[in-house]
């Protein structure tokens, strides 16, 4: 079962931040953090991941609460070429599979 | 990261028949895997794909019906056997090429299958 729940849909005006949260209530300590987006689908495009600390790269920023049960994924400033189904994946440290919960399908609206 | 391509890109093929979808990786990567997305629906992994293993497969999918071979470390297929309307689906294989704990999978652009 996924670990991770999202919802299922959200919508975001083109230049605004868009803010996609994800619950992760059963985490444990050494399981890290990844989101990734799918665009028509094509195969997952990797964006972010973290484990404890708030992470940033050049497409999104990635905010994990303290407690680590929750997290959101920034896209700063979004476009319409961003709209996508996002999902948040929880892995276990020393293991490799990735479980794919339903994810979030945002949708840039011009 | 790395790049993956995969063939075919999409087939449309007839009930019974079987198909063998290739994925080649522009590096040497160990961990591969293999996944399925059905219509509208999200992403189960079908099974890990380590070079010089058998494969290991996951709750409900068993080799006699999607055999994998791992001859390389930059080459993987999945054969879609005795194939049903039910296996129309889109296949996506993966790598994992970090090192350490933490590291990201890279997807291919998958093979949309339609069976008739």
């Known amino acids: 079962d996924a670990k991770t729940t999202q919802p299922p849909s959200m919508d975001c005006a083109e230049g605004r931040a868009a803010n996609l949260p994800c619950n992760h209530s059963?985490?444990?300590?050494?399981?890290?953090v990844y989101w990734y987006r799918q665009i028509h689908s094509q195969g997952p495009q990797y964006i972010i991941h973290?484990?404890?600390n708030n992470e940033t790269n050049e497409m999104a920023s990635l905010i994990i609460t303290e407690d680590r049960k929750s997290s959101t994924l920034i896209l700063p400033h979004a476009t319409l070429r961003d709209t996508a189904v996002y999902y948040c994946?929880?892995?276990?440290?020393?293991?490799?599979?990735?479980?794919f919960g339903t994810g979030t399908r945002l949708k840039v609206l011009a | 990261s790395a790049v993956i391509s995969q063939k075919p890109s999409r087939d449309i093929c007839q009930r019974g028949t079987s198909l063998t979808i290739q994925c080649q990786v522009d590096?040497?990567?160990?961990?591969m895997f293999w996944y399925r997305q059905q219509p509208g629906q999200s992403l189960t992994l079908i099974a890990t794909?380590?070079?010089?293993?058998?494969?290991?497969?996951e709750s409900g999918f068993v080799i006699d019906k999607f055999p994998i071979s791992r001859p390389n470390l930059t080459f993987s297929t999945l054969t879609v056997s005795n194939m049903s309307p039910e296996d129309s689906s889109i296949y996506l294989c993966?790598?994992?090429?970090?090192?350490?704990?933490?590291?990201?999978?890279?997807f291919g652009p998958g093979t949309r299958l339609t069976v008739t």
């Open positions: 973290g484990l404890k």
């Open positions: 994946i929880v892995r276990a440290s020393g293991t490799y599979k990735y479980i």
């Open positions: 794909a380590n070079q010089g293993s058998e494969a290991t497969y």
């Open positions: 059963t985490i444990s300590g050494n399981e890290y």
């Open positions: 590096s040497q990567v160990t961990m």
């Open positions: 993966s790598v994992a090429p970090g090192q350490g704990a933490s590291y990201e999978q890279y």
